[in-house]
């Protein structure tokens, strides 16, 4: 009965347990972290950036001892205004959720800025190397301004003070310089594409002699669009020579990098293009009389060359009887020549003839055979009187062999006596015993001999 009361508590106590699958515990934890943290600001270093083609960022945010996912989409990122990058210190608000699929915790970043220096002048100074690698600022690309500009294009605002002051320049300068403007934001969301626009609209539709694109003073933020790498490039494209004309001296936008001419105000730039008709009226009026004088003198110059030339020229039949005289006396001269020439040649000639002859290949054959055949005849003799030495040496030789030949010794009435069947040459008594057979070598034939007595050297 104990025992069944038992068991009955254990199931009870099982019944009233929550259990929670991997996805509801997730589920679960990602709602409280979202509840709880709903926007933060979360510092750290960028680590392990990446675009895929979606186009959002994915990075690591870390500090010293730890470090979170992150991810910004790309909807997120149309009012950054600089690349992040690995190493870049960050201020980010983000949320805080849950990847449920890989139940890890991350931050889910909706707007970046840097720490340490402006977001504005991180994107200027990024932009800015870039394009500079590019060669977007080199010198060399740079275009001219026409010295009188008759069509003259602007690019800035249609109320602003920028295209007043050129226009007041230009027509107390040179009123008959044209001025045709193109009216743009020039500050604000959109004013870059607009200023883009104007500048490749000129060039595509309406070709002018200048272009000045600009607008009056203002912050570094209300001066951006002229930073922007569309409005650089439609700059850099450009076939009409622009001058920038930002009004603040202080900070160098990239529009002022890549102008042809950078000018400090608008009235500045309309100076460029539009000369004081009076000094220009005076300058013509100079150069005319300059041209007036120089042309006199030129005329008088010539008057005088054309008399010192008659002077000197001579009725054309004395001129033909002097040409006569000088055929003759060269056609003299090339007889001679070529007589002598020929004497010289032919003197030459014979010296060669009688080189070749010296140097003839039959003479040169004999002399050859005539060598040869002495050559020959020494050989014979040298040949014969070798082999004599050569036979009376060797037959030297064979005198003295012969008489340390053992034949020759055998042929006196010696033997040699060698054991059976070693071989073995006797030369002592002791080397045999009785009834040993031994070799007996004379010098015609050999004997088999036993040894009946051995007798010993005392």
């Known amino acids: 009965m104990e025992s069944n009361d038992t068991t009955s508590f254990e199931v009870d106590q099982f019944s009233e347990r929550r259990i929670y699958s991997v996805s509801e515990l997730t589920r679960e934890i990602r709602g409280l ?26 990075f690591v945010l870390k500090d010293a001892q730890s470090q979170v996912r992150c991810v910004m989409f790309r909807s997120q990122q149309r009012w950054m205004r600089f690349e992040p990058e690995d190493g870049l210190h960050v201020l980010c608000q983000a949320r805080v959720t849950v990847y449920e699929p890989r139940g890890e915790y991350q931050l889910l970043v909706d707007a970046m800025e840097p720490r340490g220096i402006g977001a504005l002048q991180l994107a200027y100074e990024q932009l800015k190397h870039r394009l500079d690698a590019e060669g977007l600022f080199d ?17 800035t605002s249609a109320t602003g003070a920028a295209i007043r002051d050129i226009i007041r320049l230009v027509r107390r300068r040179y009123s008959n310089l044209e001025i045709y403007l193109y009216p743009v934001r020039v500050q604000g969301e959109g004013a870059a594409e607009e200023i883009a626009e104007g500048i490749e609209t000129f060039n595509a539709e309406f070709p002018v002699d200048a272009l000045i694109v600009g607008r009056g003073g203002g912050s570094w933020e209300d001066l951006w669009a ?70 006199r003198q030129t005329l008088t110059l010539a008057g005088e060359r054309l008399l010192n030339t008659r002077q000197r020229l001579r009725h054309p039949a004395a001129r033909l009887a002097d040409l006569r ?73 064979f005198v003295q062999l012969d008489g340390l030949s053992p034949l020759s010794i055998l042929a006196r009435g010696y033997s040699i006596t060698t054991t059976l069947p070693e071989g073995e040459v006797v030369r002592a008594a002791r080397q045999v015993g009785k009834d040993d057979t031994v070799r ?19």
């Open 33 to 58: 972290l979202e509840d709880h943290f709903p926007f933060i600001w979360v510092e750290g270093e960028i680590s392990n950036f990446r675009v895929p083609a979606s186009g959002h960022y994915y």
């Open 139 to 155: 010198p060399e690309h740079k275009k001219p301004i026409p010295f009188l500009t008759q069509r003259l294009g602007v690019v």
């Open 226 to 295: 002229f930073n922007e790498e569309r409005v650089v490039r439609a700059i850099f494209a450009s076939r009409i020579p622009v001058i920038s004309a930002v009004g603040h001296e202080i900070d160098t936008t990239l529009a002022d990098l890549v102008a042809d001419v950078r000018a400090p105000t608008p009235s500045a730039a309309a100076e460029l293009v539009a000369q004081h008709k009076e000094a220009l009226e005076g300058h013509l009026d100079d150069s005319y009389q300059r041209l007036q004088g120089r042309a």
């Open 325 to 397: 005289l000088r055929l003759d006396e060269h056609t003299q001269r090339l007889e001679l020549g070529s007589r002598r020439a020929l004497s010289a040649e032919r003197q030459r000639f014979l010296r060669v003839g009688d080189q070749l002859l010296h140097l003839s290949p039959e003479r040169r054959v004999g002399d050859f055979r005539v060598s040869l055949n002495r050559c020959s005849r020494d050989l014979g003799l040298f040949t014969r009187q070798t082999l004599k030495k050569k036979r009376q040496n060797l037959e030297r030789v």
């Open 440 to 458: 007996v070598r004379l010098y015609e034939g050999s004997l088999h001999c036993k040894v009946t007595k051995v007798q010993k050297t005392n």
